[in-house]
């Protein structure tokens, strides 16, 4: 009686077909997309340095020519790592509506709930937005950029300028707020994706991811309001 092996490749591809295999997928891109969110918010939050040209230099080290290859492979990673999410994602939502066209009545936990239903549409506009925010302040497709010199932009001074328009800071706040609700039904499902679950620590999880989320739009949030209301000048 003979054995045929398995290909690698092929228990990949069986074990991504299976709903367990996209919601790893799901799970592991997440967790590089929610650490890029944090490094972001850092780098941001140097706008209210008591050294105004803090952020300035911040972007001149990442801008700087020698860590170029650094920046355009992590630039590759999470681009990789967002097309695996949402092709999961879209995948999976698909294949549970399939396979339960009419969704539950009862919702037990209103808060958790509420933002997993938002996460279909949610996760497109929070993508959209993130299109818009490059073209905005990293190509100048939508306002022009001000540079200080050959591979140092004026960050502080094109982020100030950018969000003076009521209308784009609308729409960066909506954004975040998008954001928090993605995030925190993100983190704490990504444990239960990946079978760890445990009545005595899931409501902890639950509260911890509700508290990461909510300190990621407080802190993007208040940029943008700190300029409409004056406190962050040029």
Known sequence: MSTIAIHPIHRAVRFYE????????MAITGVMLV????????????????????????AGFLHNPANA????????VLLLAVALHIIAATQLW????????IGYVKK????????????????PIVGAFVIFHVLHLTAGKVL??????????DVRYNVITGFSNPWISGFYILAMILLCLHLYHGMWSMFQ????????????????????????AVGNCSIPIAVLTGLLTY
Request: no cysteine.
């Open 193 to 216: 994706s990946l079978g760890i679950s445990h009545p005595r620590y899931t409501p902890l999880v639950k509260k911890a991811a509700a508290v990461l989320a909510i300190a990621v």
């Open 144 to 153: 022009e950029l001000r540079e200080l010199g050959p591979n140092m932009p």
């Open 108 to 123: 037990a936990d209103l808060p958790a709930s509420y933002a997993a239903r938002t996460m279909i549409w949610s996760g």
């Open 69 to 76: 290859a650094a920046l355009w492979a992590a630039r590759s």
């Open 35 to 58: 650490g890029y969110v944090f490094a972001h918010l850092l780098g941001n939050l140097q706008i209210y340095s008591s050294d105004a040209e803090q952020i300035n230099r911040y």
């Open 94 to 101: 698909l294949q549970n509506r399939a396979a339960r066209p």
């Open 18 to 25: 299976a709903p367990i295999g996209k919601k790893a997928v």
